[in-house]
């Protein structure tokens, strides 16, 4: 991650010689929240100086101090040299004050309201911290085995603050008035407790309690040890977190997990992990020291892990696929859940009904889960703001984001280059966030969810607004998509409207390709963009591009596309993919007698095989894509590896999966014509293989052809148009194999590749491109 910080002076200090001075100094970044204060007086008093430090209303820190030039001097130096380790300085403005000194000591006051400063933020849900894992394992502190332990080093942030400054009475732990014990480390500068706003212990803070799945109180001394003997004997539960509720399982019992799978209306989707300890990870996964390094960061982040050859997991924690979700314990209550039982690991997914936000408030998961679990591991901290866990994987030593969301938003993204508007970035449909971009800084909020319901477009505004007071950012531009039928479209029109916001739209494949750009500073690409589905400027379905892009104009050029495949069905050939690989088949040969023979893999059967042939033969009801994913789906479908979508992606992860022990058995030359990559021999010759090759080696095999393809395409369009750079973007950038083979075709050819690294690839890292253009590109 990008961590530049930049100190400017407003003016510059004028040091009267052996004369005593007073500095005022503001400090922008992530500095409330991260035990910034404490540190402040610390440095002050070790350097001798009096004065005051303070938080302000927009989210900086204000400091006074009052002594001699070299203390002055010494304190500055401090302030750089030996910040907190959570916290990032984007600005240190300092002023030379005229008058005499007033100050008698250094105080921590009480916060100002004041907000003129924009840029600044609170920081992301930081995990449980080592000491603080010590205490809770110490028969002798206060809050050994106390669930909530939390310090100025971790604990929630993000999700508790409701508004700014960072005091408690702005969190939801101001019901939880100190006990005479916290107050007291919470008063003393030398504890790692002074001033930390969610210090706690059992007797002034939060309570954990159990209840039965209407909502009844389990009277039980020890709920959290309670809890994990139950999801060990096959309960299932709803476990309240920081950011929202879990629905938590046993991961080797069949039962709970069946009964979780119908309830969620989750048949296949995979369910992240949470595992007990790294060591236990190793038990059914690969981690490598990259892995284990993510896994164990103050993030928490859940990591998608190689499932290794003596896996024993259930086949329903994450059916198909090669790889597996694993998260370790970030707080107090996740450690304790794993001290009385022998569980390597328990199913911790996202508590969230069909389309809905996460699940935070204690009535709301009554309603929607109570339903599906047995018990609830309620406490009664509220939770002021939703947020996932976010998902990352590794590229061989390069981790990308699947979703960022806890432990990273609300933290900047910081770019080398300050941007020319305010922008705000609503994102596209699917996978969403939202994004603000002030000057050097991109903000992305957590995870959204997909953008299709009333639940969803309420939790994107309130999100909106959040950042933007957290930002106190001044937004003059409002970007969203092309597609003229997205909800976040009309909604950023309502707010260009009522706010007179300028409105820009922006291509969905032109903002993942923009996105990288910024990412890495660099001025023009040739950008690989390949996903499911964006709105083109034609109002087709794209998702397999190659697009030019310069910071020149706010306009691209499409230099190529995948070939265009019949969907027959529109949007049900998606969720079918069968019905993709039969339009694609019948180009070439009559594919009756195949289909005919899979028919039971479509919902109604020969009947609907033959309304598909009919279709095919009259030509009605049929739309067309240069979606990769799409081919990817039809792959899935004709290997029989995946014959129905029941969650984004599903066919073309199965496939992958399928894929990575193969070897490119048919090596395809890519075949193309004009500036199109054809798909249909592609597929034909895969087709043709079925019984000659093995299922690993003809997936392997199609990835190498599209990877290749679009290498050797976007290659000669760079080398064309004499840019130094390719990239690749999108959904399908996730994809190891795609993304492998591409790299090694475009820098034999002396090219620059470039794939997103602070950002999402897929559509979560949408809004950031929509706001970046809006900020970056001319227009
Ligand atoms: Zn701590
Ligand atoms: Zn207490």
Known sequence: ???????????????????????????????????????????????????????RGDAGVEILIEGNEQSIHSFLRDLK????????????????????????????????????????????????????????????????????????????RFTTIERLPYDRENTTMREFPMCGYCQREYSNPRNRRFHAQTVACPKCGPKAYLATRNGEQVRHEDPVREAGRL????????????????????????????????????????????????????????????????????????????????????????????????????????????????????????????????????????????????????????????????????????????????????????????ARRCVIGLGGELNNTACILFENKAFISQHIGDVENVETRAFLLEATNHLIRLTNSRVDTVACDLHPKFTTTALAQELAEANSWQLIQVQHHHAHVAALMVEHAVDEIVGITCDGYGYGTDSKAWGGEIL?????????????????????????????????????LSKKENMEPWLLRHSGHLPYGETEAKLILNQLQKGVGITETTSCGRVLDAVAAVLGVCYERTYEGEPAMKLESAAIKGKDALSMKPLISGNVLDTTQMFHAIFENIRKASTADLAYSAHAYLARGLASLAVKKAVEAGVKTVGFSGGAACNQILAGIMRRKVEAAGLKFLVHAAVPAGDGGVSFGQAVLGGFFRF
């Open 1 to 55: 991650m990008t961590n530049v910080e930049t100190y400017k002076k407003v003016r510059p200090l004028c040091f009267r010689d052996g004369l005593s001075l007073r500095v005022k100094i503001k400090v922008t970044g992530v500095v409330q929240g991260v035990g910034f204060r404490p540190f402040i007086y610390r440095i002050a008093v070790r350097n001798g100086l009096t004065g005051y430090v303070r938080n």
């Open 81 to 156: 040299e030996k910040k907190p380790p959570l916290a990032q300085i984007h600005d240190i403005i300092t002023t030379t004050l005229t008058g005499k000194n007033q100050e008698m000591k250094f105080t921590i006051y009480k916060s100002s309201e004041k907000a003129e400063l924009s840029g600044s933020v609170i920081p992301p849900d930081i995990a449980i911290c080592d000491e603080c894992l010590t205490e809770l394992r110490d028969p002798k502190d206060p809050r050994y085995e106390y669930f909530f332990i939390t310090c100025t080093n971790c604990g929630p």
């Open 231 to 418: 999801l060990s004997e096959g309960a299932i539960l709803a476990i309240k977190g920081y950011g929202g509720f879990h629905v938590a399982a046993s991961v080797t019992k069949e039962k709970p997990l069946l009964t979780l799978r119908k309830a969620k209306h989750r048949r296949a989707k995979p369910f992240a992990i949470m595992a007990r300890s790294v060591a236990a990870a190793k038990s059914f996964a690969e981690v490598t020291s990259k892995e284990e390094a993510l896994l164990t960061s103050y993030a928490r982040p859940i990591v998608l892990l190689s499932k290794n050859d003596v896996y024993s997991l259930s086949p329903l924690v994450a059916p198909g696929l090669h790889n597996v979700g694993v998260m370790l314990p970030y707080t107090g209550l996740h450690y304790m859940l794993f001290d009385r039982v022998d569980d390597s690991a328990f199913v911790m997914t996202s508590a969230n009904p069909p389309n809905q936000p996460i699940v935070k408030d204690n009535g709301e998961a009554l309603e929607t889960l109570g339903g599906t679990v047995d018990y609830f591991l309620f406490h009664n901290r509220k939770i002021a703001y939703r947020c996932d866990d976010s998902v990352l994987r590794v590229h061989v030593t390069r981790p990308s984001f699947i979703r960022r969301s806890r432990g990273y938003a609300p933290a900047p993204i910081m770019l080398k280059e300050k």
């Open 548 to 584: 030019f892009c310069t910071r020149e104009f706010a306009e691209f050029k499409r230099l190529a596309h995948i070939e265009k495949q019949p969907l027959l069905g529109g949007d049900v050939a998606t969720r079918y993919p069968l019905r993709i690989a039969a339009g694609i």
